[in-house]
Structures are given as structure tokens and as C-alpha cells.
């Protein structure tokens, strides 16, 4: 690879990418537009790589793009563009690359032969006609023909190295990762499905199983199932058993019949068995939409016991506004099903108040047979953020939370429109469906 023929001309300090990444980005008047995630480059058979924009991340999580042409400065802490955005969800080229999903940790190979190399960080540069450059990478020595120079880091040329433009060698997701490691797991889950297809299964599979989990919960159909079906049956069956069982339940479905048998057998029996029994419903039923898995109480117990189950971390937010109060046994098919204690009115009584003296009994849930239509209705008409599901004996099966409904109720494809496209396809379903909810 040859450097361009015209000079590079620095403008101010090189511009480490990694540094670069979570700027924030102004317009013109000072008013902030969103973080920078990532850098695009076009990768040359000849000459410099060329950065072509940036990642840009705005209001609502969206990923958009910014050209180059329309960036004023890069100062230290900010990025300021001309103010001109186009709020479109950002999608990759097939000519683009980019820097922090895609390079970042790559084992290129040195072309003196002297060992291989990982990628910890890249500067880009101005030139005098104000494009913008790959002009370093900042390395490590992973494998040295000198035992001594391994692990040392480095500033080299773009042009001392092969394989920039394609992996050749497992790759580590370390950097992108630490970049993630706050993010929420739909924002994760966002980053992925920008990736491209091979680089989205590397990084999944770096991701602990709890992450992991949650992040696939967030992810398409498609995207889903091509990183669960990429492991091992071992970790993927580990990937269900943490997962809500709704939504691993959605996950198996959407798997071939031999392939989804095979993952259930290898699931723990207890976690396979809720699953089993979700299968057993219409996927658009209360049935098919509940978790087995909501809080559940006896009515002798108090409030600072339902406060502190409530407080667990693996509980959803929507599910932890209702507790449902049951005879024993609590564990779903439960004794007789009571009412439900709402969050709010258990933060207003005493820590050693009972949950039967404050039971909204009114709330008599549904049967898992009873369609989705009837399930949006009861969330909307008692404000509520779950509905417990129960049978004819009045024995607890579970609840369906207002996010597996609405997941249920948007278009398949709803995180990868937008919202005028997400607000048509809702309308169409809306009509096919007879004008239910």
C-alpha cells in the first residue's frame, strides 16, 4: 500500500480515534446534536485509508451518519459540523469500514516479517486540501521473531502491515467492548446490527452470557438467531437458561423444529420445562406472551419483603410495578391467585404492613388463551404495566408486561425503520388485524 501522492498537512495534533469516540458533536450556534460511536473509512488498494465520517449517535438512540464535508473541527472534547444532519439510520456501505466495530484488536501480520501486530488505536489527519487520513496505527506486538519486543507498542505506517483490508485471524472485540460496557442492551444490541455479519458473531460471542442474553432479546429476528445458532450447543443453551422465559420461548420458535429440540434437552430441565409450556400457546395468546417468572408473594408477607424482591436486579422494571400475591405454592402453577400489590401503593405503607391488607383484588388477570387484543386493552384501561394470566381454578401461570406487547405489536422489523416506516407498518397491522389493538 502506497502513501497519497500529496502531502499530509496536520491540523492542530493527530486525532486518536479511540480518544475520539463518545465526543460530543455541536451545530454551529453551540446547541449538541449527540456522541460520536464510531469513525468510516474507505480502505484503499492504494494510498491512504480515507475517513469518509462519522458515527454519530442522537436523541431517541439513533445511529446517523455525518459526512466529513460536513465537519468544521475537531477540537479537543467536541466535534463541530455545519449543522446539516440527516437523521436517517445510519447503514454501512459496502465499501465502508468501520474503524472502532470493525478494526480495533484485528492481528495484522508486519511486512518486514519481524511478527504480528494488534491494532490498539488509529490517528487520522488532515491534508492540505482538507481530507481526512489514516496516517498511523497504533500497535502492539502480540508474536515477535525477538522474544523481547513482544508486547511492546508502537506508531507505524499504515503500508507496514497486511491484511487491513480483510481479518485473517481470530479477532478480539476488547476495545469495542469497553466502549459498550455502560451501554444499555438495546444500545448494544444497536451496535451489532450495524456490524457486519461475520464481526456482529465475533463480538457476540465475546459478550458474557448475561449480556449476552439480554442483548439478544433486543436484537431482530434474523440477527438473533444467526449469532444464538453460531455457538456452541453448550453456551447457546446457557444463553436460554438466563434469558426471560418468554423471551427464550420467542427464540426456540423461531428455530428449526431438530435444532430447537436439541437446545431445549440441553437446557436445565426446570428452565426447559417453562419454556415447553410456553410453546403450548398461541404466540399471540396471554399464554404465548407471559413470563413464568413474575414476582410472586404470599399474602403474610409484608411490605419489606415485597420491597426487597422487587429490588432485584433481573427483574424488569415492568414487571417489578406489580407483585402478584398468591397461596402457595408461589412458584407458577401457583395456589390460588389473590390480587396484586402495585408498587406504588406498598411504597406508601409501613415496612411491616401485609400484603393481603393492601391487595387490589379487582385485578382478576386473564386466560392464557385470550389474544393480545384483549391483553392491550386491560394494560390501557387500568393503567397497568403487567397483567397476571391465570387459569380456570384460579391458579397464577404467569403475566404478560406491556414490552412483550408492544414488541408484539410493532412491526417485525420496527428497530431497524424508522418512525414514519415503523408508524405505517403499525397502521397496516393495525387494519389487517380488523382494527383491534
Same mark, same amino acid.
Given at each position: 500500500?502506497?502513501?497519497?501522492?500529496?502531502?499530509?498537512?496536520?491540523?492542530?495534533?493527530?486525532?486518536?480515534?479511540?480518544?475520539?469516540?463518545?465526543?460530543?458533536?455541536?451545530?454551529?450556534?453551540?446547541?449538541?446534536?449527540?456522541?460520536?460511536?464510531?469513525?468510516?473509512?474507505?480502505?484503499?488498494?492504494?494510498?491512504?485509508?480515507?475517513?469518509?465520517?462519522?458515527?454519530?449517535?442522537?436523541?431517541?438512540?439513533?445511529?446517523?451518519?455525518?459526512?466529513?464535508?460536513?465537519?468544521?473541527?475537531?477540537?479537543?472534547?467536541?466535534?463541530?459540523?455545519?449543522?446539516?444532519?440527516?437523521?436517517?439510520?445510519?447503514?454501512?456501505?459496502?465499501?465502508?469500514?468501520?474503524?472502532?466495530?470493525?478494526?480495533?484488536?484485528?492481528?495484522?501480520?508486519?511486512?518486514?516479517?519481524?511478527?504480528?501486530?494488534?491494532?490498539?488505536?488509529?490517528?487520522?489527519?488532515?491534508?492540505?486540501?482538507?481530507?481526512?487520513?489514516?496516517?498511523?496505527?497504533?500497535?502492539?506486538?502480540?508474536?515477535?521473531?525477538?522474544?523481547?519486543?513482544?508486547?511492546?507498542?508502537?506508531?507505524?505506517?499504515?503500508?507496514?502491515?497486511?491484511?487491513?483490508?480483510?481479518?485473517?485471524?481470530?479477532?478480539? +472485540?476488547?476495545? =469495542? &467492548? /469497553?466502549?459498550? #460496557?455502560?451501554?444499555? !442492551? $438495546? *444500545? @448494544?444490541?444497536?451496535?451489532? %446490527?450495524?456490524?457486519?455479519?461475520?464481526?456482529?458473531?465475533?463480538?457476540?460471542?465475546?459478550?458474557?452470557?448475561?449480556?449476552?442474553?439480554?442483548?439478544?432479546?433486543?436484537?431482530?429476528?434474523?440477527?438473533?438467531?444467526?449469532?444464538?445458532?453460531?455457538?456452541?450447543?453448550?453456551?447457546?443453551?446457557?444463553?436460554?437458561?438466563?434469558?426471560?422465559?418468554?423471551?427464550?420461548?420467542?427464540?426456540?420458535?423461531?428455530?428449526?423444529?431438530?435444532? +430447537?429440540?436439541? =437446545? &431445549? /434437552?440441553?437446557? #436445565?430441565?426446570?428452565? !426447559? $420445562? *417453562? @419454556?415447553?409450556?410456553?410453546? %403450548?400457546?398461541?404466540?399471540?395468546?396471554?399464554?404465548?406472551?407471559?413470563?413464568?417468572?413474575?414476582?410472586?408473594?404470599?399474602?403474610?408477607?409484608?411490605?419489606?419483603?415485597?420491597?426487597?424482591?422487587?429490588?432485584?436486579?433481573?427483574?424488569?422494571?415492568?414487571?417489578?410495578?406489580?407483585?402478584?400475591?398468591?397461596?402457595?405454592?408461589?412458584?407458577?402453577?401457583?395456589?390460588?391467585?389473590?390480587?396484586?400489590?402495585?408498587?406504588?401503593?406498598?411504597?406508601?405503607?409501613?415496612?411491616?404492613?401485609?400484603?393481603?391488607?393492601?391487595?387490589? *383484588?379487582?385485578?382478576?388477570?386473564?386466560?392464557?388463551?385470550?389474544?393480545?387484543?384483549?391483553?392491550?386493552?386491560?394494560?390501557?384501561?387500568?393503567?397497568?404495566?403487567?397483567?397476571?394470566?391465570?387459569?380456570?381454578?384460579?391458579?397464577?401461570?404467569?403475566?404478560?408486561?406491556?414490552?412483550?406487547?408492544?414488541?408484539?405489536?410493532?412491526?417485525?422489523?420496527?428497530?431497524?425503520?424508522?418512525?414514519?416506516?415503523?408508524?405505517?407498518?403499525?397502521?397496516?397491522?393495525?387494519?389487517?388485524?380488523?382494527?383491534?389493538?
Amino acid at each position: 500500500m502506497e502513501h497519497a501522492k500529496h502531502s499530509i498537512k496536520p491540523v492542530g495534533s493527530r486525532i486518536f480515534i479511540g480518544k475520539l469516540a463518545g465526543t460530543r458533536v455541536f451545530d454551529p450556534v453551540g446547541d449538541e446534536i449527540g456522541r460520536v460511536t464510531d469513525v468510516i473509512i474507505v480502505l484503499r488498494f492504494t494510498g491512504l485509508p480515507t475517513v469518509v465520517g462519522l458515527v454519530v449517535e442522537v436523541a431517541g438512540h439513533r445511529r446517523v451518519f455525518v459526512p466529513v464535508t460536513r465537519i468544521v473541527a475537531i477540537q479537543p472534547g467536541q466535534v463541530i459540523t455545519t449543522g446539516l444532519v440527516n437523521i436517517r439510520q445510519f447503514q454501512q456501505r459496502v465499501a465502508e469500514t468501520m474503524v472502532m466495530g470493525e478494526l480495533m484488536d484485528r492481528v495484522l501480520a508486519m511486512r518486514d516479517g519481524s511478527g504480528d501486530v494488534k491494532i490498539q488505536d488509529m490517528c487520522m489527519e488532515q491534508d492540505d486540501r482538507r481530507d481526512w487520513y489514516i496516517t498511523k496505527l497504533y500497535v502492539q506486538r502480540v508474536t515477535s521473531a525477538l522474544a523481547l519486543s513482544r508486547g511492546e507498542t508502537m506508531l507505524i505506517d499504515p503500508a507496514e502491515v497486511t491484511h487491513l483490508r480483510k481479518s485473517v485471524l481470530p479477532q478480539e +472485540a476488547t476495545t =469495542l &467492548l /469497553a466502549q459498550l #460496557e455502560d451501554a444499555k !442492551a $438495546a *444500545d @448494544v444490541a444497536d451496535v451489532l %446490527a450495524d456490524l457486519p455479519e461475520e464481526r456482529r458473531l465475533e463480538v457476540a460471542a465475546q459478550l458474557g452470557d448475561e449480556r449476552l442474553a439480554d442483548v439478544l432479546e433486543e436484537l431482530g429476528q434474523e440477527d438473533r438467531v444467526a449469532i444464538l445458532t453460531s455457538l456452541d450447543v453448550a453456551r447457546a443453551a446457557d444463553i436460554l437458561d438466563v434469558m426471560q422465559p418468554d423471551d427464550a420461548t420467542d427464540l426456540v420458535n423461531e428455530l428449526p423444529e431438530k435444532q +430447537a429440540q436439541i =437446545l &431445549l /434437552a440441553e437446557m #436445565e430441565p426446570e428452565e !426447559a $420445562a *417453562d @419454556v415447553r409450556r410456553l410453546m %403450548a400457546y398461541g404466540e399471540r395468546t396471554a399464554g404465548g406472551l407471559m413470563t413464568t417468572t413474575p414476582v410472586i408473594l404470599p399474602p403474610d408477607a409484608d411490605v419489606a419483603t415485597l420491597l426487597a424482591h422487587v429490588r432485584r436486579k433481573d427483574i424488569p422494571p415492568a414487571l417489578a410495578a406489580l407483585v402478584c400475591v398468591c397461596r402457595p405454592p408461589t412458584e407458577t402453577p401457583t395456589g390460588r391467585f389473590l390480587g396484586a400489590v402495585h408498587i406504588q401503593k406498598a411504597l406508601r405503607e409501613p415496612p411491616q404492613t401485609l400484603l393481603g391488607q393492601i391487595l387490589d *383484588d379487582d385485578l382478576k388477570g386473564v386466560d392464557p388463551t385470550a389474544g393480545i387484543g384483549t391483553v392491550t386493552r386491560l394494560l390501557a384501561t387500568y393503567n397497568l404495566t403487567a397483567v397476571p394470566v391465570v387459569d380456570e381454578n384460579r391458579h397464577l401461570l404467569g403475566a404478560v408486561s406491556v414490552d412483550d406487547v408492544l414488541d408484539h405489536l410493532l412491526p417485525e422489523d420496527w428497530r431497524d425503520a424508522d418512525e414514519e416506516e415503523t408508524d405505517l407498518a403499525m397502521e397496516r397491522e393495525r387494519i389487517e388485524d380488523g382494527g383491534q389493538a
